[in-house]
């Protein structure tokens, strides 16, 4: 009898040295944060990491430092100079990742909400490149010659399709585009093939003339972002925002990975619908930290 009342006294005492401090609940939030998702397991499905990762306008790595590391001819040189005339900058880091670049990444502060993705391949997936913005002026440069362009309600993005090479590398197309305004009526073929059907749909300009596409390993980043000397761009207008509180210039990074299927106790163990089978790489910015110490590709 004794030894059990001391065993619950010893629980108790436990139980409110837990409650008195908030360091357990900091450790389940972080571990939170970077535990393994699970997902979709497909032979088309590709896991894609992605960050937005925000300085203050004219931060010195993004500017310079970054793309004296990156590669920058992951391009090719036709395609890379119409790019740079609209305001984007484009390269492709591998390796170890960059120290200036990890700590962006691992920082709550500069990658406020780090995404997984898993896509199929073949099917488009829009990467939105920050908020909402009141207006979007720029002028763009494409095989017909310069034309203005302003639009209210503005948001920046990239339509992303992914597809795999045969080699095992992951291949992404990126098309910039623009959706905004309001809502708006616009008849669609019916799913079941009856017919159209009208959908709200807001309206949105492609520019087909400046997509691009780069093919990615297992330990290799894409990043993209603009060049901050040529503010009357697209790419500009995509990831610098003077105009917002505080001011904020981005970086979009993406890292790929090939799915695997489950296993067989994979397959049999409790799910749901978003959390359907395992991914068996951790988030991006863990990648990048444990990439860093151990001095190989994850």
Known sequence: ???????LV??????LAGCASD????????????????????????????????????????????????????????????????????????GNTPAGLLTLLTSEQSNVNPR????????????????????????IQQDGGPADVSVERAQCAFNMVASLSTDGRTRL????????????????????????????????????GLDWDVTLAANQYVVVGARLDRPQTLGYQCFVRREESPPAQRLLVIR?????APSAAEVLGDSTDED???????????????????????
């Open 116 to 139: 997984r993705l898993f896509v199929h391949t073949g099917q488009p997936n829009r990467i939105v490149l920050g908020p909402t913005a009141t207006r979007c002026s720029f002028q």
């Open 23 to 94: 360091k357990p609940v900091r450790a389940i939030a972080w571990f939170e944060r970077w535990r393994p998702f699970r997902g979709p397991a497909a032979g088309d499905v590709i896991q894609v990491e992605v960050s937005l990762v925000e300085r203050p306008p004219g931060d010195t790595f993004l500017n310079q430092e970054l793309w004296a590391l990156a590669d920058e001819q992951v391009i090719p040189l036709e395609r890379k100079a119409a790019l740079e005339e609209n305001g984007f900058h484009i390269g492709q880091l591998g």
């Open 276 to 298: 359907a089978s395992p991914s068996r790489t951790p988030p991006l910015a863990l990648q990048a930290a444990w990439t860093k110490a151990r001095g190989t590709p994850p």
């Open 256 to 260: 790929t990975w090939r799915m695997t």
């Open 173 to 208: 197309r990126f098309t910039p585009q623009i959706r905004h305004g309001e809502k708006m009526l616009a008849p669609r073929a019916a799913t079941d093939g009856s017919g159209f059907v009208l959908q709200e749909e807001w309206p949105t300009q492609s520019y087909a």
């Open 1 to 7: 009898m004794r030894r059990g009342q001391a065993l």
């Open 10 to 15: 010893g629980l108790l005492i436990a139980g």
